[in-house]
């Protein structure tokens, strides 16, 4: 508690002294506001528009008091006393802004004419070509008083009421293109042809995007493939999460993130899913690169049992501007484990702005009060985001971000005395940068360090058994499963433009160092002279990609196509480290290591039970697990997309990959997308796609204890390169392979209306799964059971994904609506378990894992209002019914009238559908200064209660909703 109350006082020291800091020096810049603003004031005021070159404003301020009563002309007038700049009226309330040193030399404009020729090298007028067309918004609508400026000479013109122009520049000088409310084009123009330019308005900027299409003319309505956009500043306002995982959970329906407990390593790092497909089946990027996946694979009861997915909690949510996430197959595009969709997280790359934010929270500790008794799970959060520009056009974001997270406890059983969630202390050091080096030329660099240190209990050991030392534990223990991750990430690469083409050049190194320390435990074979902590080992994947990439867009007369090529070279690493010996070894009577060899009555016993070795709780890795392995791949893709026509698209892509350990693979993509009209489009797609299995799924090996209901026993997981599992029948693992179908529709009935529904059908071939518990005393070794790695099933999922979008401004209130919604069903379509015992091999319970980690449905409807400075949201979230089957499943058939329906009824636990409230308020005080607070699970909802046989060894298994109860926060966001 000392430690808490420091902590809060010295959030509480930082942010008063930012608030007075900032304040005082907003006291003495008030008079002064970008000249930006005044012209949007004065715009909005007069019902005129001010065209001009998107960086001639840039760092330009201006005193705001002496424009309050002026008419236009004479606002017009002081502006260019006051300014560098002179404003000519174009007429239709039109005005360009010029620099006064180009200016002197300009002649007047009539409003007839609208071209405005300002030389200031007569070089350039020699072999000028004219150059016509027209600049349309992307909605089909004209840009009259559109800026096209020549680089280099400055001269420009202004485009027509019907937003046509004609200009005279240089053969092969870049133009740019800019007009209020859009983003600013540089292209060139092509000569004898009537050159079409749209772009892109201010609402439409948002969804601009680069996941699922490397056509950078393509905004998201228009592709053909299902894609969500979530704004992290704009979202944060309505979620009270501090970590990636949970904050997508309610944010997209298809997305499932579950918090495990009592899982071992998975209860360090959360396995998350779409559309209930494996956690190694969606691809992370970061800016649009392959990032790394987490060393650790899942096991026991955890969803995504047998799977390595990306650790998206090591990226923090201050370092993100926005992300992207395409809920469709994508292997033909971006390579393996993109069978369910990519994930891209796109960085903040703002250069003028310091953001600090902290969160304050803790839980309902009480299971059954609406009102909290005691508290649990307290979590603070300071985060701070600064971006500075660098050179011209340039700038470098960090983001520095400390989480803490305290243990949850609730209600116990025999079998676990400490269920909970773990406790979690996070830091990460997160960088984004652009610099300009040449003309149309960047150089980019981002990644990031983020180190965590996690703890988790483990099942009890009882006092009175082979597993405890009365002499160290008179009343038995809670074994404390502690981790220290290490996870970092360097990409760097150059983009070009180079004869049409866009280039780019990447490598990016990504590391997951995970490293276990158990605490809070011993090894019973030592007997009193036991340790109470031990190094238990760990593991660690390295991965390395070098990729260059090619697109071009070619604008025809009748129409227009985006080609993309390009070649990656991936490297992966792998490897196992073994911890102390006392953490795995078992010693004898006489102290020595127990081998083969060891007579059995040497062997330490207590009341006739051999005792285990090891530490409890998480035995450690032996130098016979140790593993060093690597594999490399090498691809090839092509990526295309054909507009027909204004209202037809066509898409395709083709990708071949080698794989150093199993071979190749080719995929390939079809795509389309038709406009009905202006409101409706058709969207559908059809891919291959395919995983490669993980070097973890191939190589990991380890014996532990296992937990069959409230029995312990030891366990040994067989690597599937061992000939262990040739001798049981067990194939050399293989790639995945995927068949995806997709088929949509969205609408934009209106300005304040949008929907789409998208539905799919993903067929998966040979999906990797941990298998049963198989007899292991023919092997000879001193364990009960042993299990293996396999391509085991085949699956097929078919769902729908809804969202609805609606928002009103009426006077200064700003309601908005938003439901989402995702239908989901996954069947198992074949167990391959050859002339091995089917139920052992893949049981009704390990099935019901499998399906259990594909909810039958999710929804989220948001209620949002905004008035002036305040903003409330409430959501309700409905998870659907969940059914398991717990440890039962293994017990006598005479328990149950020798009725195995009577014992699979037993065994089946229900998880009735919840729904949960979230509300949140939150209040800007100052122009710098946002307080937020509210509730997440309001009301208190717990998943339905089952008895002592789960998984977990609680009253709950691992369920969508988690099983925390409610969360009480607030936050503070300072933005300078």
């Known amino acids: 508690m000392i430690q808490k109350s420091v902590y809060i006082k010295l959030l509480l020291l930082v942010f008063v002294t930012f ?26 005021k007069h019902k005129i528009f001010f065209t001009y070159n998107a960086n001639l404003l840039d760092n330009k301020y201006i005193q705001k008091e002496g424009f309050v009563n002026l008419s236009l002309k004479e606002s017009i007038s002081l502006l260019e006393k006051l300014t560098p700049f ?80 004609e200009i005279k520049i240089q053969h092969k000088n870049n133009i740019t293109v800019s007009f209020i409310g859009h983003n600013s084009k540089t292209i060139q123009l092509k000569p004898n042809v009537f050159n079409t330019i749209v772009l892109l308005s201010g609402q439409e900027l948002e969804e601009v995007q680069v996941i699922g299409s490397r056509n950078k003319n393509r905004v998201a309505n228009d592709t053909p493939v299902a894609i969500d956009f979530i704004d992290i500043e704009e979202t944060a306002t309505k979620s009270s999460q501090v970590e990636i995982n949970q904050f997508l959970q309610y944010a997209i329906p298809s997305f499932n993130a579950t ?17 209930g497909l494996g956690p190694d089946q969606t691809l992370v990027l970061i800016n649009g690169k392959r990032r790394h996946q987490a060393s650790l694979i899942n096991l026991y009861g955890t969803r995504g049992r047998g799977n390595s997915g990306t650790d998206l909690n090591a990226i923090p949510i201050s370092a993100i501007k926005r992300i992207e996430l395409l809920r469709d197959g994508a292997s033909a595009q971006y390579g393996s484990d993109a069978i369910a969709g990519v994930l891209n997280i796109v960085l903040k790359d703002t250069d003028n702005e310091l953001n600090i934010s902290s969160t304050l929270g803790f839980h309902n500790a009480n299971s059954n009060r609406f009102l909290p008794k005691k508290a649990d799970g307290f979590t603070y959060k300071l985060a701070l985001n600064y971006g500075t520009k660098i050179s011209e056009g340039g700038f470098v974001n960090f983001t520095t971000e400390a989480l803490s997270v305290d243990n949850t406890l ?22 984004n ?91 019973a074979t030592l007997l009193e002279n036991s340790p109470t902590e031990f190094d238990a080992g760990g593991h660690q994947l390295i991965q390395n990609t070098t990729s260059i990439d090619f697109s071009k867009y070619f604008d025809t007369t009748t129409y227009g196509f985006n080609i993309a090529l390009g070649l990656e070279y991936r490297l992966d690493k792998y490897k196992i480290f073994a911890g102390e010996e006392a953490s795995y070894a078992s010693y004898d009577v006489n102290g020595n290591t127990i081998t083969n060899q060891t007579p059995i009555e040497n062997y330490k016993t207590y009341n006739g039970n051999i005792r285990p070795g090891g530490s409890q709780g998480f035995p450690g890795y032996a130098p016979e697990n140790e593993v060093n392995r690597n594999r490399s791949n090498f691809s090839i893709y092509a990526d295309t997309e054909i507009d027909f026509s204004k209202n037809l698209m066509l898409g395709a892509a083709l990708r071949y990959e080698y794989y150093s350990d199993f071979g190749s693979t080719l995929n390939y993509k079809l795509a389309s997308r038709y406009k009905i009209n202006k409101k409706f489009n058709l969207r559908s797609s059809f891919s291959t796609g395919f995983r490669a299995p993980s070097l973890a799924q191939i190589y990991y090996n380890l014996t532990f204890t296992n937990f069959i209901g409230n029995t312990p026993t030891e366990s040994l997981l067989v690597a599937n390169n061992s000939s262990i599992a040739r001798r049981f029948n067990i194939d050399n693992l293989k790639e995945e392979k995927a068949k995806n179908f997709s088929f949509g529709v969205t609408s934009k009935l209106s300005a304040n ?25 023919p092997l000879g070794f001193d364990v009960n059971n042993v299990q293996f790695f396999a391509n085991g099933v085949d699956t097929k999922t078919t769902g729908v994904d ?73 959501n309700f979230t409905r998870f659907s019914k969940v059914e398991l089957i717990d440890w039962q499943i293994t017990q006598d058939l005479s328990n149950f009238n020798n009725s195995e329906l009577e014992r699979l009824k037993a065994s089946t636990d229900f998880y009735q559908s919840k729904i949960t409230t979230d509300l949140h308020f939150s209040y800007q005080l100052n122009k710098i200064t946002n307080l937020q607070f509210g509730a997440n699970n309001l009301f208190n909802i717990y998943p339905t209660k089952q008895n002592n046989h789960t998984d977990s060894g609680g009253l709950w298994d691992a369920t969508q909703m988690g099983t925390n109860g409610s969360f009480y926060y607030t936050k503070l966001n300072i933005k300078l």
Request: hydrophobic fraction near 35%.
């Open 19 to 44: 608030t007075y800091q900032t304040i005082i020096a907003q006291e003495h810049k008030k008079e002064r506001i970008p000249l930006a603003t005044l012209l949007d004031k004065i715009s909005n």
């Open 86 to 165: 002179l404003f000519d009226d174009l007429g239709n309330n039109y005005y360009v802004i010029y620099l006064k040193n180009f200016g002197s030399n300009k002649k007047p404009v009539s409003k007839e004419r609208t071209t405005v020729s300002k030389t200031i090298n007569r070089t350039f007028k020699k072999n000028k070509t004219v150059f016509r067309g027209i600049i349309l918004s992307s909605d089909n609508t004209p840009l009259s008083g559109a800026t096209l400026q020549e680089e280099g000479s400055l001269d420009g013109t202004t485009t027509n009421k019907d937003g046509t122009f």
């Open 753 to 777: 209306f949008k929907a789409s529904i998208d539905t799919y059908i993903v067929y998966i071939k040979d999906r990797i799964i941990l298998s049963g518990n198989f007899d292991a005393s």
């Open 433 to 523: 940068s652009e610099i300009p080096i040449y003309k149309n030329t960047k150089l980019y660099i981002n990644g990031g360090l983020n180190y965590k240190n996690t703890e988790a209990y483990a099942f009890t050991r009882r006092p009175d058994t082979e597993r405890n030392v009365l002499e160290i534990y008179q009343n038995g223990f809670n074994p404390l499963i502690t981790s220290n991750i290490l996870d970092n990430s360097l990409s760097f690469g150059l983009t070009t433009y180079f004869k049409e083409w866009n280039v780019d050049v990447n490598n990016t190194f990504g590391r997951n160092n995970f490293h276990y320390f158990i605490k809070n435990t011993l090894n």
């Open 410 to 431: 609730r209600p116990s059983t025999f079998a676990r005395e400490k269920f909970g969630q773990a406790a979690v202390k996070n830091v990460s050091l997160f960088l």
């Open 802 to 874: 809804l969202i609805l979008n609606w928002k009103k401004s009426i006077g200064k209130s700003l309601f908005s609506v938003d439901l989402l919604g995702n239908i989901n069903h996954m069947s198992i379509t074949n167990i391959k378990n050859k002339e091995l015992d089917k139920e052992t091999f893949f049981g009704k319970r390990d099935q019901q894992f499998l399906l259990a980690s594909a909810p039958k449905s999710k929804f989220n409807l948001g209620l949002n209002y905004e008035y002036k400075k305040i903003k409330t949201s409430l």
């Open 259 to 275: 918090k495990q407990s009592g899982a071992d390593g998975a209860d360090h790092i959360d396995p998350a899913t779409i559309r």
